[in-house]
Nanobody
Framework: QAQLVESGGGLVQPGGSLRLSCAAS????????MAWYRQAPGKQRELVAA???????NYTDSVKGRFTISRDNAKNTVYLQMDSLKPEDTAVYYC?????????????WGQGTQVTVSS
């Protein structure tokens, strides 16, 4: 069973930067694909960025060129570097770990961290 703990959220002005961290414990981190999701008030949770256990990445169009996802398997941690932040990036950001073994899916979520972009 994996446990995910996010940190790094907060209040930042438009154009500013934040780095989110997600520390994983209790499982074989390096075998999991990791992702960041976000949920704004009144909206559905959406995928922001993902990174496979091999290091391949993908991003939702609205954050391409501004956000960077990375992972450090030695530290069991995944990061989301967020630059050029906009008010529409305001949301609760959630860390996700997922893995499929044969026909069994394993998926874990963190508790979320609030990111507020406002002047």
């Amino acid at each position: 069973q994996a446990q995910l703990v996010e940190s790094g959220g907060g209040l930042v002005q438009p154009g500013g930067s934040l780095r989110l961290s997600c520390a994983a414990s209790g499982s074989i981190f390096r075998l999991y694909a990791m992702a960041w999701y976000r949920q704004a008030p009144g909206k559905q949770r959406e995928l922001v960025a993902a990174i496979t256990n091999g290091g391949s990445t993908n991003y939702t169009d609205s954050v391409k060129g501004r956000f960077t996802i990375s992972r450090d398997n030695a530290k069991n941690t995944v990061y989301l570097q967020m630059d050029s932040l906009k008010p529409e990036d305001t949301a609760v950001y959630y860390c996700n770990a997922a893995r499929v073994v044969l026909t069994t899916s394993f998926e874990y979520w963190g508790q979320g961290t609030q990111v507020t972009v406002s002047s």
